[in-house]
């Protein structure tokens, strides 16, 4: 079997402009990235042509470390959409070169079902990640010269500052360090560090824009620290947010591509699901929407995690109308929550399987608390057998819930029809189902009890004196109206990695509170959140090469 990248290489691209077509562009609407990419201004946003739409949701059951394929599906269920006669375009994020390099080694899709040019999308693309990189560092260079400033200094006080810097890339190296060291013309020493550009907050706030003035009016929003008298230092304070702006002016553009079949991909911004809302931007998703009848879009990790946020952040800032929910959901993965180790999944186990539904059954739940009847994408890998795939669809059916296998990865478009004739048959059925979860007006410390409580099956809540301290200053500035977005791992349903399947009778530990007052919502933080990644013993980015023609091997 070829690889990700021969599979995309042997492709017959088409230009873009022809891509394009296909969703009534022509030529001088794009702003054009060379043959295969193009930006598409936001005037083309039309709302009333995106509320005729149809919004397709994509999520997961909880993954195993390799992940079960959302992206794959995502591209598959558009292709398999159009092939059945429906205008649909695939809607996704940017992958981020940290995990490219390290231990996925691209992410654009897998088989028949990639999006391409995928070279391009995997690594530097239209330059969004480096615009966001910019504009966060510009604001970091910022606050440390106003430390230094004379004229114009606010009094920020050193130890109070939340705003580190960032990179596009893991290196555990940079994630705690001393800087403003050598002497007063260097700067005032303190301690800060990087992320990773997919955890900034600038990310998060490209991806919840609502258009160029909602950008800047977000990016000085940015609570930087408090002065020595106690007062909130903003990043309108500095004067900083329309620079920032205009550094993300071409960033703020959804980008267009393709699939292996010519179905057109906007991919537009990459915020982590596990740090922030983990969607792709607002307003790619209504381009998509005023472009097409369908748009199929995914949500980071599973439903607990990127579909909770996309409901209760996205939907509700982009005033977004979903119709119908994908749960994908593989055996591996099942057998992984019944208690199979990772090195014996490709073994037939029915047991292991039965005891995995558990795993499942609490993510369909999940979404009936949005008013969503989902339906689940068995995305089938070669080591599956027919029995374990005949368990699955049975028990399925015999609990109500709509059940399909797919092949996108083998097949493309074609493995992925049956999956789109139930997926239309839900979006049908469902003109206004969405109910949200909580109410911006309450409490935080009820919004995520209510997030934990439901989303995750959690008895309690605990914090921590530190995350106390933290809830009462946020309540204090009055921002305790914002969203919440829950930081946690993804390996589980709990706040604790190891606990696979469906945890009950637990207790949610809250031990610090951060503020994203740009983004428009508060990060509790549960357990240990990585936003400085490091690279694996043996990182991807030792395959990845190039030869004297410029073909690129090792990405896949």
């Not at 911004?269 to 596990?274: I, L, S, Y």
């Not at 073994?347 to 039965?354: G, P, S, V």
Request: with cysteine; hydrophobic share 40%.
């Amino acid at each position: 079997m070829k690889t990700d990248i021969e599979i995309a290489q042997g492709a017959a691209i088409r230009p873009i402009v022809e891509v394009a077509a296909r969703l009534g562009l022509r030529e001088d609407d794009l702003e054009l990235y060379g043959k295969y990419k193009a930006k598409i201004p936001l005037s083309h946003i039309d709302d009333a042509k995106a509320a005729k739409a149809k919004l397709i949701l994509v999520t997961a059951i909880t993954p195993t470390p390799a992940g079960e394929g959302k992206t794959t599906t995502s591209i598959g269920l558009a292709q398999g959409l159009n092939l059945i006669g429906k205008r649909a375009t695939v809607v996704l994020r940017e992958p981020s070169l940290g995990p490219v390099f390290g231990i996925k080694g691209g992410a654009a899709g897998g088989g028949f079902s990639q999006v391409i040019p995928m070279e391009d999308i995997n690594l530097h693309f239209t330059g969004d990640l480096s615009a966001v990189e910019k504009a966060h560092n510009l604001l970091a260079a910022m606050i440390d010269n106003n430390l230094q400033a004379g004229e114009g200094n606010l009094g920020l006080d050193p130890r109070t500052i939340s705003w580190k810097r960032v990179m596009d890339m893991n290196d555990r190296a940079l994630r705690d360090m001393v800087i403003g060291l050598g002497g007063t013309s260097q700067g005032v020493p303190r301690e800060t560090g990087f992320d990773i550009t997919a955890a900034s907050e600038v990310m998060a706030i490209l991806c919840l824009a609502t258009g160029i003035s909602d950008l800047k009016k977000r990016l000085g929003n940015i609570f930087v620290g408090y002065t020595y008298a106690g007062k909130p230092v903003y990043a309108r304070d500095l004067k900083a947010h329309g620079a920032m702006a205009v550094l993300l002016k071409d960033a703020i553009k959804p980008n267009l591509v393709q699939t292996l079949e010519g179905t057109p991909a906007i991919i537009h911004g990459g915020p982590f699901a596990n740090i922030a809302q983990g969607t792709n931007s607002i307003l790619a998703t209504r381009m998509g929407l005023s472009m097409s009848d369908y748009v199929v879009t995914e949500a980071g990790f599973a439903s607990e995690l990127g579909a909770e946020k996309f409901f209760n952040i996205k939907s509700q800032i982009g005033k977004l109308k979903t119709n119908a929910v994908v749960i994908v959901a593989t055996i591996r993965a099942l057998k992984y929550h019944g208690g199979v180790k990772i090195s014996e999944l490709a073994k037939e186990n029915l047991d292991a399987l039965r005891l995995g539904f558990e795993n499942l059954d609490k993510h369909v739940e999940n979404m009936h608390y949005y008013g969503f009847r989902p339906v689940v994408a068995i995305n089938r890998f070669n080591t599956d057998t027919d029995a374990e795939i005949d368990l699955v669809q049975k028990y399925c059916e015999d609990h109500n819930v709509r059940v399909s296998v797919n092949t996108a990865w083998a097949d493309g478009g074609r493995g992925a029809v049956e999956l789109a004739k139930a997926v239309l048959e839900a979006a049908e059925a469902c003109s206004d189902c969405f109910t949200p979860l909580y109410d911006l007006s309450w409490t935080i410390e009820k919004k995520i009890e209510t997030i934990t409580t439901l989303m995750y099956g959690a008895r309690n809540v605990e914090y921590t004196l530190e995350a106390k301290e933290q809830l009462k200053k946020i309540a204090e500035l009055g921002l305790d109206n914002l969203a919440v977005c829950i930081a946690k791992t993804q390996k589980s349903l709990s706040d604790d990695q190891a606990r696979r399947n469906r945890p009950r009778d637990f207790t949610v530990r809250i031990r610090k509170v951060e503020l994203s007052s740009g983004a428009g919502f508060v990060v509790p933080i549960a357990g240990a959140i990585m936003r400085m990644p490091g690279l694996p013993a043996i990182p991807s980015a030792e395959k990845i090469d190039i030869d004297d023609n410029g073909q690129i091997s090792g990405l896949f």
